[in-house]
């Protein structure tokens, strides 16, 4: 096992090359420079001295290879470099925000596992049933209704009508409920209709007939037996859609005024802070990443032929 | 291993539960007992703005708020009802025959919120910073004129100008840069522009007591002050990006009142006002939105052009259906509430067989088959640029577009987002820019200045009016009105500037904005303040 992960971390490295790469240049190939951008978010005139002296200073004047060199020196050294709009260092915002979304993905990754896994199972067993067509329902609201709106819905009745949870803000535990299902509501739907179809399909495999055969009963049949296979797929979309929570939550931030990454993301974007977008999207590469990793890991571990066939 | 795997997921339910109840548990707690330990206690009001209050420092800009800066630091005069300078940390002033010294009394109860003294020399000490970096705040014109600043004694302060500058005490007014911080704030190096302040200390109502970036800032009635003492105890002052949102807080009762301009679209203004439960209040006029028309592109550097779109639009139709009546039809550049802007002039009324006419004169006509006018077979296409994180902009970009082609305009919508938008704007980059006067007490005379000069912190319009043939003649004009001491002469050339750009039909004023106010109706004395990015905190009160 141990064997095994250290593979995947070795496979890694290349992969976050790469990120590394891409990054820094596609940032290069927006329009805008960064030195004028620094200026302006610093009240400052961009001058076209200014301009230049700056472009020495952040060595913009080097050919892009050895700017690219010279930014890698200090990423793998964890320096990301200085905000131009808060002038703290990068890893002081995205720590800074990366409580809050950390709060809201896993507090929206517990609500998508316990709606949507009873659903599904339920589902599966009692395919065509009338409690099938309902779930069938929630799937199709859940990933066809935009998210705003139903952020918008959920506070308009069960905070301002119904007085349950607070409108806005983080704080206390009911802070977070609302924004949290309103972002596992999107994937909701997904994991019911992933886990009733992997259901169905294993249901029908010969070792759930050798299974019936034996004399188990129905429910040990399923809880011991089918899930256990059926979860698989479920746990692989888990570990994508956790890094995608992580950086995707913009608009439920937005709609709840939740501090996290989405809003420093795209108002790092709005403000053309450079090294905020090079930093925020490397770390949640990185994270998207690891998130891969660990569910490799998870999986291997559900299922020893990935291990022992990535072991050989 | 079966009994294994299913314990493993089990386990893994119970460690998200566990894993975000800690989190939520250990992050928020302490804020939260504080806050809610304040509303037992005290007189708290709490609203929301859209950005977070910065780093609170006077002599800053972005990302600094003007409300919050004018909670916590004070100037030396106050910009009054009805544009009347008052006395405000300066008792008195004497002004040189000359109108280039000007002597202010300072009061002498001021102290600062960590008790040290309000004086002359701090007053002079943060003048000086500020004029170190004088570059950066060339937008400021009084700053580009002082020549010294002096501490006569320890409660008479000297400023003495190049020129004679009649703005001098209305540009004391701003909310920034001109503004004081106490000894103890500045940074080790002395300068407050580069290197931020140690701490946030001012002589103003408010002082920050709890700050959380992005989140929330506390502000706590200075109970020192030398002033009217505010009503309530404490502020709070949420960030809230989202406009539907900040109505949905507001119609919980997590906001006392939403304030300001744009802070809630058009609509949800209407529907708070339409249910009765809540009061509603709109502003006098402040600024104007107006369309700015780039002299130097091929259609709209003729005037005909720029005549044409101005009697095509329909101001009554945009303020009727995108505004619900809440603002006032425009027809001069600044609204004529203002001092020096109360103009005589003929308005560009709706008149679309005007504009047809117009357009046929200037060579566009109209072209069997075809959608668009056309001139030595090109089609007249004009470029639209606005702000694309701006809703009324939006709303009204494609009304006109709709307008526009009925006349064979083709308009073509460019929506950028706002920093972008300003570099294509100061570039010149487009036909027709959507934008807005600078409200009091900046109108009209700084507006126009920033016309005069392609500085970084003016305007477009500098870039956008090069093409007229009276530029420079403006230009002159305009540099002569903020100098002259003939106040006479000053009223004669506003009217005389004013009504050229009104005739060269440079611009398209639109409506006059208000800021809006919308409160429960436990709440009182939320009266507008003159300067528009002023929230009436002083004299707010709570039931």
């Known amino acids: 096992m141990s064997w095994f992960i250290v593979k995947r971390l070795a496979s890694l490295v290349p992969i976050l090359l790469g990120i590394s790469i891409i990054t820094f240049i596609l940032l290069h190939l927006i329009p805008g420079d960064p030195a004028v951008a620094y200026l302006r978010l610093s009240n400052i005139p961009p001058t076209d001295v200014a301009v230049a002296e700056l472009r020495l200073k952040l060595g913009l004047d080097n050919p892009l290879h050895i700017q690219y060199f010279e930014w890698l020196g200090k990423v793998i050294q964890l320096d990301l470099g200085m905000s131009y709009v808060s002038k703290n260092t990068v890893w002081d915002e995205i720590l800074l925000h990366l409580i809050p979304t950390i709060q809201l993905t896993m507090t929206a990754l517990f609500f998508i596992v316990v709606i949507s896994l009873p659903i599904g199972v339920i589902s599966a067993i009692y395919k065509g049933k009338w409690i099938d067509q309902f779930s069938r329902i929630i799937a199709y609201v859940s990933v066809s209704m935009p998210t705003f709106w139903f952020g918008f819905l959920v506070i308009f009745f069960l905070s301002v009508k119904l007085d349950l949870f607070p409108v806005l803000g983080r704080g206390t535990l009911a802070h977070l409920i609302l924004p949290s299902l309103t972002l596992a509501f999107g994937y909701i739907g997904t994991y019911i209709r992933l886990l009733r179809a992997s259901m169905l399909e294993n249901l029908n495999e010969p070792f759930v007939v050798y299974a019936k055969a034996r004399g188990l009963r129905q429910r040990q049949i399923i809880s011991r037996h089918v899930l256990k296979k059926s979860i698989l797929p479920v746990v692989t979309g888990l570990g994508m859609s956790f890094g995608n929570m992580l950086g995707g939550a913009v608009i439920v931030e937005t709609i709840f005024a939740w501090p996290g990454m989405g809003q420093l993301f795209v108002s790092s974007i709005l403000n053309q802070d450079y090294p905020m977008i090079q930093g925020c999207v490397l770390f949640m590469s990185v994270i998207f990443v690891i998130c891969n990793l660990l569910v490799d890991v998870t999986y291997s571990f559900l299922d020893p032929r990935i291990r022992l066939e990535g072991g050989k | ?543």
């Not at chain 2, 943060?126 to 004029?131: E, G, H, K, Q, S």
């Not at chain 2, 820019?433 to 009209?444: E, G, I, R």
């Not at chain 2, 003649?473 to 305009?478: Q, R, T």
């Open chain 2, 1 to 543: 291993m079966f009994i294994k795997q299913s314990k493993i997921l089990r386990n893994f339910l119970v460690l998200l539960v566990i894993l975000a109840s800690f989190i939520t548990g250990c992050s928020n707690k302490a804020t939260e007992q504080d806050n809610a330990s304040v509303k037992d206690q005290s007189k708290v009001v709490t609203f929301s703005m859209t950005g977070d209050i910065g780093d609170l420092n006077p002599h800053t800009y972005f990302p600094n708020e003007f409300f919050s800066q004018a909670m916590v630091y004070e100037s030396l005069v106050y910009y009054g009802k009805g544009g009347e300078i008052q006395p405000w940390l300066a008792e008195s002033w004497d002004i040189s025959k000359d109108g280039k010294e000007y002597v202010f009394h300072l009061r002498k109860d001021v102290e600062f919120s960590d008790d040290s003294k309000f004086n002359a020399a701090i007053v002079k000490k943060n003048f000086d910073t500020i004029l170190d970096n004088r570059k950066q705040h060339e937008w400021v014109e009084l700053i580009n004129q002082i020549k010294n600043t002096e501490a006569l004694d320890e409660y008479t302060f000297k400023l003495t100008l190049n020129n004679s500058y009649y703005p001098t005490l209305q540009e004391l007014t701003y909310i920034r840069p001109l503004r004081f911080v106490g000894e103890a704030a500045f940074p080790d190096s002395q300068d407050t522009f580069k290197d931020g302040l140690k701490s946030q200390i001012g002589t103003g109502p408010w002082v920050l007591s709890e700050y959380k970036k992005n989140e929330f800032a506390v502000f706590t009635r200075n109970e020192k002050y030398w002033g009217t003492k505010p009503k309530v105890d404490k502020v709070v002052v949420k960030v809230i990006t989202d406009g539907e949102s900040r109505v949905l807080a507001f119609e919980k009762n997590e906001l006392d009142f939403i304030f300001g301009n744009g802070v809630i679209s058009q609509d949800s203004f209407q529907f708070l006002k339409d249910s009765g439960k809540y009061e509603t209040k709109l502003s006098e006029p402040t600024a104007t939105r107006t369309l700015l028309f780039n002299t130097n592109k091929e259609a709209t550097k003729d005037h005909k052009v720029r005549l044409a779109l101005n009697y095509a639009f329909n101001k009554q139709a945009v303020i009727d259906n995108i505004f619900y009546g809440m603002e006032k039809k425009a027809d001069t550049l600044f609204p004529p509430v203002l001092e020096y802007t109360k103009i005589d002039i003929n308005p560009y009324d709706y008149d679309v067989a005007r504009a047809e006419q117009l357009l046929d004169e200037a060579g566009w006509k109209k072209v069997e088959g075809k959608p668009f006018r056309e001139k030595d077979g090109k089609e007249l296409q004009l470029e639209f640029l606005f702000n694309s994180t701006d809703n009324i902009q939006k709303s009204i970009a494609e009304f006109v577009q709709g307008d526009y082609r009925k006349l064979g305009i083709d308009i073509k919508l460019t929506s950028q987002e706002t920093n972008t938008f300003w570099t294509t704007a100061f570039q010149g980059n487009y036909d027709i820019l959507f934008t807005s006067t600078w409200a009091v007490p900046f109108d009209p005379h700084s507006y126009l200045a920033s016309i005069t000069t392609d500085s970084e912190n003016g305007g477009p319009d500098y870039t956008a009016l090069l093409g007229l043939p009276e530029k420079k003649e403006i230009d002159e004009k305009i540099k002569k009105v903020l100098l002259t001491t003939d106040e006479k002469e000053r009223k004669m050339l506003y009217t005389d500037i004013l009504s050229t750009l009104h005739d060269r039909a440079v611009y398209l004023p639109i409506s006059y904005q208000s800021n809006v106010a919308v409160y429960h109706k436990n709440i009182s004395g939320l009266d507008f303040l003159p300067q528009e990015a002023e929230v009436p905190l002083t004299t707010i009160d709570v039931e």
